[in-house]
C-alpha cells in the first residue's frame, strides 16, 4: 500500500514534533511492507541533506523542497500534486499548510482515499490564533471535503475538536501518539528545570518565566530554568526582555535550538521538565523526557492526566501562582519521594508508547480507509 504525506516539516529537521513522529511511524510502515513517499519543505533541514531530490531510506521515500516562503509553498505544492497520483491514501498532516490543504482538495476531486489528521490545529486556541487567514481556510475545506476523509486524533480532546470543526458525525480513529524509545543517555541530575520546544505564545513561556520568579524555593535555590527552542525573533525577545525586567539574569538561561543526542542529554540531566502550554494536543517532549527518567509538569491545557494517575509527574493550571506552586513543590521534594517519580517514568513510555508495540492500531487504521 503507497502513503503519501505531504508535510511542512519530516525528520531529520526539528522544527516540530510532528517530524519525528511520522518518522518513527514511516519506518514501522516500510517493515509492514507499506510504501510511504513524503513531499516536505526544507524547513529545519541543514547541510547535507540534498534538497529537490528523491531519498530512499529505511522510512520509505522522501523529498525536501526548497521552500523560501512558507505561507506560498509553490515548488512543494507542485511536487504534491505530481505524486497523488501514485497513492492508495494521502494522509494530511495539516488543516492550514498550503501545500497539505491544496493536495486535500486535489486528493478529494480525484477520489482519493483521505486520512486526516489535524496535529493540534482545530483547537480553539490555535483557531483564534491569525483567525483571519484561517477562518476562510476552515470553510472552504469543510465545503469540498466535508465527511469524506478518516480523521485521526490523539486524545479525547482533540476528537471534540474534530467534530466541532467538521461535524458530530465525521468518521474519526483516535490514536495516540507512539515514539521511537531513545536508549537512556547516563547522566548524573543537575539542578536545573526546562523547558524544550517551538518558542511561541501558546507555550506560555512567559507564565513559566513569571513564576519561576514568584516561587521562594526557586529563587533561594541553586536551581536555574533553561528554555531550549528556536522561534520567531519578536518573541524570543520578548521573553529575554522579560527575564531582564523581573532581574532574573541569573536563573534563567536561553540555550537555543538543541537536538539530537544534545537534546537527549538536556533532557537526562534536568530535574524536572515543564511544559505548561495553552493548547496541546499530544506534546512529543513529554515521552523523550520521561524515556529519560526526567519527570514532567504539563498544564491542563495538555492531555497529560496520566501523569498524575502514573506518579511521574504533575498536570496543574498554567496560571503564575499554579506554576509557581508547583516548582515550589517539585524542589522541596525529599529525594526518595523524587527517586520513584525518576524510576517509573521510562517503564510508562515503554508499556504505553513505543511504537513497534502498537503497529497494529495504524495497520488497521490504514486499512479501514
Given at each position: ?12 529537521s ?14 514501522n510502515l ?5 510504501e ?30 526548497r521552500?523560501?516562503?512558507?505561507h ?14 501514485g ?40 483557531l ?7 477562518r ?6 469543510k465545503?469540498?471535503?466535508g ?18 470543526a ?22 548524573t ?6 523547558y ?21 524555593r ?15 525573533e ?20 536561553f540555550?537555543?535550538?538543541v ?5 537527549f ?25 520521561l524515556s ?78
Amino acid at each position: 500500500m503507497k502513503v503519501f504525506y505531504p508535510v511542512e516539516v519530516f525528520y531529520p529537521s526539528q522544527a516540530g514534533g510532528t517530524a519525528n513522529a511520522l518518522y518513527w511511524l514511516t519506518k514501522n510502515l516500510v517493515r509492514e511492507g507499506f510504501e510511504p513517499v513524503v513531499v516536505a519543505s526544507n524547513k529545519g533541514i541543514g547541510e547535507g541533506v540534498p534538497l529537490n531530490e528523491w531519498i530512499e531510506n529505511d522510512s520509505g521515500k522522501s523529498i525536501f523542497v526548497r521552500t523560501r516562503f512558507l505561507h506560498v509553498p509553490v515548488g512543494q505544492t507542485l511536487k504534491c500534486l505530481a505524486a497523488i497520483r501514485g497513492a492508495d491514501i494521502v494522509h494530511l498532516s495539516s488543516v492550514f499548510y498550503p501545500a497539505a490543504f491544496l493536495t486535500g482538495i486535489a486528493a478529494r476531486l480525484m477520489g482519493k482515499k483521505i486520512a486526516w489528521s489535524p496535529h493540534g490545529e482545530l483547537t480553539e486556541y490555535a483557531l483564534n490564533y491569525s483567525a483571519g487567514r484561517k477562518r476562510p481556510i476552515l470553510w472552504l475545506l469543510k465545503k469540498v471535503m466535508g465527511r469524506y476523509p478518516l480523521f485521526h486524533s490523539t486524545s479525547d480532546e482533540e476528537t471534540e475538536d474534530i467534530r466541532r470543526a467538521f461535524g458530530r458525525d465525521s468518521k474519526i480513529v483516535q490514536i495516540t501518539n507512539y515514539v521511537e524509545v531513545h536508549p537512556v543517555v547516563e547522566r548524573t541530575v543537575e539542578p536545573y528545570l526546562l523547558y524544550i520546544g517551538r518558542i511561541h505564545p501558546k507555550k506560555a513561556i512567559d507564565n513559566l518565566i513569571r513564576a519561576a520568579g514568584k516561587s521562594q524555593r526557586f529563587m533561594e535555590s541553586e536551581f536555574v530554568l533553561k528554555i531550549a527552542g528556536r522561534g520567531r525573533e519578536e518573541h524570543l525577545s520578548a521573553l529575554k526582555l522579560l527575564v531582564e525586567e523581573l532581574s532574573l539574569e541569573n536563573k534563567v538561561q536561553f540555550i537555543g535550538q538543541v537536538e539530537g543526542e544534545e537534546k537527549f542529554d538536556v533532557l537526562a540531566g534536568a530535574y524536572f521538565t515543564l511544559m505548561p502550554s495553552h493548547s496541546e494536543n499530544f506534546g512529543i517532549v513529554v515521552l523523550e523526557s520521561l524515556s529519560q527518567n526526567t519527570p514532567v509538569v504539563a498544564s491542563i491545557y495538555t492531555p497529560w492526566e496520566s501523569l498524575e494517575k502514573e506518579r511521574i509527574g504533575f498536570w496543574t493550571d498554567n496560571s503564575v501562582e499554579a506554576l509557581a506552586a508547583i516548582i515550589d513543590k517539585i524542589i522541596s521534594m525529599d529525594s526518595q519521594e523524587y527517586a520513584g517519580y525518576r524510576a517509573r517514568g521510562r517503564e510508562f513510555v515503554c508499556r504505553e508508547f513505543d511504537i513497534s508495540s502498537h503497529m497494529d492500531k495504524w495497520l488497521d487504521f490504514y486499512r479501514s480507509v
